[in-house]
């Protein structure tokens, strides 16, 4: 089989801490690439096909997996930085609102990103949730693009008139359909970052 040409080439990418809080952050300031969206959305399965690195991010089917802030080192040039998930209605509501505290901390404060990376489902409408994270990325002014995920899950017809949906109500969002399962969608969303690291 012939496969796609591999647009990025990793030459490295290590998992270099989990940080429950600000303190913990990494430093040396080199550009961040931050994914955010609801629990179990797929945010780590998509940085582990970016990577083509299968349990680099850990992935699994028990929402809220990651529930701390995860920075990984690519290419000794940029990071990868994987949100906690947030709307997982089964945890108490002091550790829901701790996960969105951290985030948005991160989020508003942090000097270093460069690119935030809203994934949602695109199977469905974006939850109130979605839309809030949407509006609050654009009224702060941050670079942002949403990807449309487990686009393998539609057939072509059906994610055409999904990516219309949400192209709809994600107004001024850039949004590309992508899958962790076949990597539709990867190389489109590399150059993205790639762009993002490179303005810096
Ligand atoms: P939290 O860490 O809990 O916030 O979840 P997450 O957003 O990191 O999701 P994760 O990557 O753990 O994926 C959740 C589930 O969705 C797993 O069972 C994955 O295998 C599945 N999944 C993720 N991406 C895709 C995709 O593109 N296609 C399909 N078919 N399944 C996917
Ligand atoms: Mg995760």
Known sequence: MIR????????????????????????????????????????????????????LARASNTPGRTQSINFFLINKRFYFVDLPGYGYAKVSKTKRSDWGKMA?????????????????????????????????????????????????KLSGNQLLSRLRDIRQSFENTNVIACSAETGKGRDELWKYILGAVEKR
């Open 104 to 152: 948005e901390e991160y989020l508003s404060a942090r000097e270093e990103l460069s690119l935030s990376i809203q994934l949602i489902d695109a199977r469905h409408e974006p939850t109130d949730l979605d839309k809030q994270l949407n509006d609050w990325l654009i009224f702060n002014k941050k670079q942002h693009l949403a990807v449309a995920t487990k686009s393998d």
């Open 4 to 55: 796609a040409t591999i647009f990025m080439k990793i030459s490295s990418a290590e998992f270099v801490k989990s940080a429950f809080e600000r303190k913990h952050w990494v430093t040396g300031r080199l550009p961040e690439i931050a994914f955010l969206g609801r629990s179990n959305v797929g945010k780590s399965s998509l940085i582990n096909s970016l990577l083509q690195r299968k349990g």
